[in-house]
């Protein structure tokens, strides 16, 4: 089995579809079709549905998919090795992060990391963080800014804590809770309308995790995918928001309210990366980078735990 026709099947398999795939890798598409013809040869079984629009893997596709891609991501991390045994950090870092991750100055990261290694190139992918951790652990990512959940520590995953912080509750400034102006309980905001994100964002899944630990279920009935959004919908007294506390800098027309009786539920932000023989070269440039550069802060007034949050601005 060669490699190339490995990068192929997987560059068609993200495309589901041959030409965009063949101008991708800078090859002809007769060229890329006859690749994955070989595959499918030796391993004696289809590995797409091709039609005239797009292709769609196979169960046998599906299955080899995963495993193509960490072997492609172990092949990328040898030369990665050498390359740094000899003094020159080289390839690609692969890093995923949430939006508007706490504590943490990711473009600002990135950046120095640029400066100090100019040949490595940076991909970034944003997403939510069960997203995220899956693509840590089937080789596709690097590392990734993510959100701690329970389900994170695996053999195929280690996490790193970076800061942490209380969530905060947002709402209108005519809103009966904020007429009130008092910390609040989960028990307080029943039968609230919340705006929220997607469950695989870590905000989502971290006040998910306070109101089951309370026994109580809540109506997300309006449901996004960026901040702004969600802050535009708060603030136009639609339903209210339980988010981390520093989402409180970002609309001073909003009133934010301390939570508690929610236990030792908080937001965690975490650094998620391979197991440590796994990690590689860039990622362990990266890490180091974020433990001694100074380069995650938390918001003004929270405290955070992390290594020196002292100097770059939260996203």
Same mark, same amino acid.
């Given at each position: 089995m060669?490699?190339? @026709?490995?990068?192929?099947?997987?560059?068609?398999?993200?495309?589901?579809?041959?030409?965009?795939?063949a101008?991708?890798?800078?090859?002809?598409q007769?060229?890329?079709?006859?690749?994955?013809?070989?595959?499918?040869?030796?391993?004696?079984?289809?590995?797409?549905?091709?039609?005239?629009?797009?292709?769609?893997?196979?169960?046998?596709?599906?299955?080899?998919?995963?495993?193509?891609?960490?072997?492609?991501?172990?092949?990328?991390?040898?030369?990665?090795?050498?390359?740094?045994?000899?003094?020159?950090?080289?390839?690609?870092?692969?890093?995923?992060?949430?939006?508007?991750?706490?504590?943490?100055?990711?473009?600002?990261?990135?950046?120095?990391?640029?400066?100090?290694?100019?040949?490595? #190139?940076?991909?970034?992918?944003?997403?939510?963080?069960?997203?995220?951790?899956?693509?840590?652990?089937?080789?596709?990512?690097?590392?990734?800014?993510?959100?701690?959940?329970?389900q994170?520590?695996?053999?195929?995953?280690?996490?790193?804590?970076?800061?942490?912080?209380?969530?905060?509750?947002?709402?209108?400034?005519?809103?009966?809770?904020?007429?009130?102006?008092?910390?609040?309980?989960?028990?307080?905001?029943?039968? #609230?309308?919340?705006?929220?994100?997607?469950?695989?964002?870590?905000?989502?899944?971290?006040?998910?995790?306070?109101?089951?630990?309370?026994?109580?279920?809540?109506?997300?009935?309006? !449901?996004?995918?960026?901040?702004?959004?969600l802050?535009?919908?708060?603030?136009?007294?639609?339903?209210?928001?339980?988010?981390?506390?520093?989402?409180? @800098?970002?609309?001073?027309?909003?009133?934010?309210?301390?939570?508690?009786?929610?236990?030792?539920?908080?937001? !965690?932000?975490?650094?998620?990366?391979?197991?440590?023989?796994?990690?590689?070269?860039?990622?362990?440039?990266?890490?180091?980078?974020?433990?001694?550069?100074?380069?995650?802060?938390?918001?003004?007034?929270? @405290?955070?735990s992390?290594?020196?949050?002292s100097?770059?601005?939260?996203?």
């Open positions: 060669e490699l190339r @026709h490995l990068q192929h099947f997987v560059a068609v398999a993200e495309d589901q579809h041959f030409t965009r795939a101008e991708r890798l800078l090859v002809s007769s060229g890329l079709s006859a690749s994955i013809r070989a595959l499918e040869r030796e391993l004696q079984t289809p590995l797409f549905v091709r039609t005239t629009r797009r292709v769609t893997l196979t169960p046998a596709g599906r299955a080899l998919l995963g495993e193509a891609e960490r072997i492609l991501a172990q092949v990328r991390s040898a030369h990665e090795a050498v390359a740094a045994v000899q003094g020159v950090l080289r390839g690609m870092l692969a890093l995923g992060s949430e939006q508007c991750i706490a504590g943490l100055h990711v473009a600002g990261l990135l950046a120095a990391f640029r400066r100090q290694h100019p040949d490595v #190139e940076i991909c970034l992918r944003q997403a939510g963080s069960a997203a995220l951790a899956e693509e840590v652990a089937a080789g596709r990512l690097d590392l990734a800014f993510a959100v701690r959940a329970a994170q520590d695996t053999d195929q995953l280690r996490v790193v804590p970076l800061s942490s912080e209380p969530m905060t509750v947002l709402c209108h400034p005519s809103h009966r809770l904020a007429v009130l102006g008092a910390a609040v309980t989960p028990e307080d905001l029943g039968g #609230e309308v919340f705006v929220d994100f997607h469950p695989d964002w870590g905000p989502r899944r971290t006040t998910d995790a306070a109101f089951a630990s309370a026994g109580l279920r809540r109506n997300v009935a309006l !449901e996004v995918n960026d901040v702004h959004s802050l535009d919908l708060v603030d136009e007294n639609l339903g209210v928001a339980v988010v981390p506390q520093h989402f409180r @800098h970002k609309r001073s027309s909003l009133t934010a309210l301390p939570v508690k009786g929610t236990g030792e539920t908080v937001y !965690e932000t975490v650094a998620l990366l391979p197991p440590s023989q796994a990690t590689s070269p860039a990622a362990r440039a990266l890490m180091s980078l974020l433990e001694t550069g100074g380069l995650s802060t938390p918001p003004d007034g929270v @405290h955070t992390g290594p020196d949050p100097r770059a601005p939260d996203s």
